[in-house]
C-alpha cells in the first residue's frame, strides 16, 4: 500500500503560478503510475495529468502548455506545476497512486487551490 499527502495549494491570482507537491510513502514508489486530479463544487472530479511509471506523461486539454506534472524517485514525490493559472483552475487537486497488482486506487486529502482576483 502507498500513503499520499499533497501540499502547497493556496490563493492565487489568474496568470500566477503554483507547484503542488505529493509525497508517497509506504510502498515501492517506482511501481506505481501516479496522477493528480482536481474537483471543483458542483462538477466531478477530473483527470488533470498523469506520469507512467517510465516517465511518460498526458494532460487534459484543459491545462495542457500551462501545467507540468514531474516525479522524483529519490525523494518519492510527485510534482505538478502550474502556470497560467485561471479562475476555472479553482478546485481541490488531489493525488493518486495506481499500480497493475490491485484493483483499487490510492487518494491523497486533497490541497485547495483558488484562482481569484
Known amino acids: 500500500q502507498v500513503q499520499l499527502v499533497e501540499s502547497g495549494g493556496g490563493l492565487v491570482q489568474p496568470g500566477g503560478s503554483l507547484r503542488l507537491s505529493c509525497a508517497a510513502s509506504?510502498?515501492?514508489?517506482?511501481?506505481?503510475?501516479m496522477g493528480w486530479y482536481r474537483q471543483a463544487p458542483g462538477k466531478p472530479r477530473e483527470l488533470v495529468a498523469h506520469i507512467t511509471t517510465g516517465g511518460s506523461t498526458n494532460y487534459a486539454d484543459s491545462v495542457k502548455g500551462r501545467f507540468t506534472i514531474s516525479r522524483d524517485y529519490v525523494k518519492n514525490m510527485v510534482y505538478l506545476q502550474m502556470n497560467s493559472l485561471k479562475p476555472e483552475d479553482t478546485a481541490v487537486y488531489s493525488c493518486?497512486?495506481?499500480?497493475?497488482?490491485?484493483?483499487?486506487?490510492?487518494w491523497g486529502q486533497g490541497t485547495q487551490v483558488t484562482v481569484s482576483s
Open positions: 493518486n497512486a495506481k499500480t497493475s497488482v490491485e484493483p483499487y486506487d490510492y
Open positions: 509506504g510502498s515501492i514508489f517506482s511501481t506505481y503510475v
